[in-house]
């Protein structure tokens, strides 16, 4: 399929700087939390509560947000900052933005081809994609539709399972592997229970009665998946097709991941030609080992909250790790909201930092259009305050530009 030529993110921003361009439903969108009002009235109550909520009582997602404001920036002023460029080199490629879309699971229920519609608008604004391991669409039809996207892997310790699924993704043209390491088990997710998720996903009649009440939704995205294309099932766990979403045998697809461990690290490594990244590090002993074991970079990372409640914020531990990762591309996301989150972050030592859930709730809002809004919405805060920073560049961005509250 073919689509009409893309700007980048200081393109498209010059030309929908008038807000009457912009659909009617993100006229009142002025900053990322603002989709999320709007998403929980357009999603049936599970799917948003799958989307949003975390794990046991929320700790670490709530901790994922206070990390940010324990920090204040001190301005320099008096600085010509007329020629700000935002942009950054991850991998030999130059992205418009330090920012980019972390991979989410299941994205096709929140909105019609929901990973499609991620991967497109952020080839879109230049800025990087991860496809999730537990999307619902073949990894293949994504990469054909946005090159350049990255996949996300969720790997069981069995040699013979990571060798083929890591040969399929290279064929399909995949550059950029992304190994996410803390899910050994699956997380006490009780939000999923309280909201009446499930996987599978169980036909029950509150279930139904959540689709009716949610016309849109029911319309738009899952019955028009099911009559263009069957029943989503898990197509990316392993190198051949998973399980449909109502299927018993879809817990197959999330086990063995406990025995995952540094050999079978070492064995994608000698296979893998592109760079490797390991998500999901949260100690500078764990980011000196991937160092030592030949990773490309790491995503500093607690799963937006979503695994161990408890786990420390990304944010905080950023610095012990960027102290030891040496050559290694760091990243991190986990709870950012903001420009000045973005900011504060590469200030810590982050080169990029990816945000989740906001641009899932935008494509559930208004599709490509959504997820192209919130690219825009996040690419002038960080230009603003960068302005009022007095930076030019990120590289210019260090530690000494923040003050530690009290």
């Not at 929908?16 to 361009?21: H, K, L, N, Q, V």
């Not at 935002?86 to 418009?96: T, W």
């Not at 000698?270 to 995503?299: F, M, N, T, V, Y």
């Not at 490509?368 to 919405?377: F, M, N, P, S, T």
């Amino acid at each position: 399929m073919t689509h009409t030529p893309t700007l980048s993110l200081p393109e498209c921003r010059a030309a929908t700087s008038a807000p009457a361009r912009l659909p009617r439903s993100l006229r009142g969108v002025l900053a990322l939390d603002d989709f999320e009002a709007l998403a929980r009235q357009r999603l049936p109550r599970p799917i948003f509560g799958y989307v949003a909520g975390a794990a046991e009582d929320n700790a670490s997602l709530a901790d994922n947000r206070a990390a940010f404001g324990d920090y204040g920036f001190q301005t320099r002023v008096l600085v010509d900052v007329s020629q700000r460029n935002q942009s950054v080199e991850l991998f030999g490629r130059r992205y418009a933005a330090p920012f980019g879309i972390a991979p989410m699971g299941i994205s096709a229920l929140s909105a019609y081809r929901g990973d499609i519609v991620l991967a497109r608008a952020a080839q879109a604004a230049n800025i990087p994609a991860i496809l999730s391991g537990t999307s619902l669409i073949p990894l293949e039809e994504v990469i054909e539709q946005a090159p350049g996207t990255w996949f996300q892997a969720y790997l069981p310790g069995d040699p013979a399972r990571i060798d083929a699924l890591v040969q399929r993704v290279a064929r399909a043209g995949v550059e950029t592997l992304v190994l996410t390491v803390d899910i050994p088990v699956s997380a006490n997710r009780e939000n999923n229970v309280r909201t009446g998720f499930s996987t599978p996903l169980r036909p029950s009649l509150a279930l139904a009665y959540q689709g009716l009440t949610h016309p849109r939704w029911l319309l738009g995205v899952l019955l028009r998946t099911l009559l263009k294309h069957g029943m989503p099932h898990f197509e990316n766990s392993f190198a051949t097709r998973g399980a449909p979403i109502i299927s018993a045998s879809v817990l197959r697809d999330f086990s063995a991941r406990d025995h995952l461990s540094w050999p079978h690290f070492d064995r994608i490594r000698r296979q893998w030609k592109g760079p490797l990244i390991i998500k999901g590090i949260l100690s500078a002993e764990d980011a000196r080992q991937a160092r030592l074991h030949g990773a490309d970079g790491i995503i500093v990372s607690n799963h937006g909250g979503r695994q161990l409640d408890g786990a420390v914020s990304p944010l905080r531990v950023l610095p012990d790790i960027v102290d030891v990762a040496q050559d290694m591309t760091v990243m991190m996301d986990s709870g950012v909201r903001r420009g000045s989150d973005v900011l504060k972050a590469l200030a810590l030592g982050a080169r990029c930092v990816f945000v989740g859930r906001p641009f899932n709730y935008a494509a559930a809002v208004a599709g490509e259009a959504g997820v192209a809004h919130a690219c825009r919405l996040l690419y002038d805060e960080v230009d603003r305050n960068m302005a009022m920073l007095g930076v030019n560049s990120c590289a210019e961005l260090h530690a000494g530009l923040l003050h530690r509250k009290a």
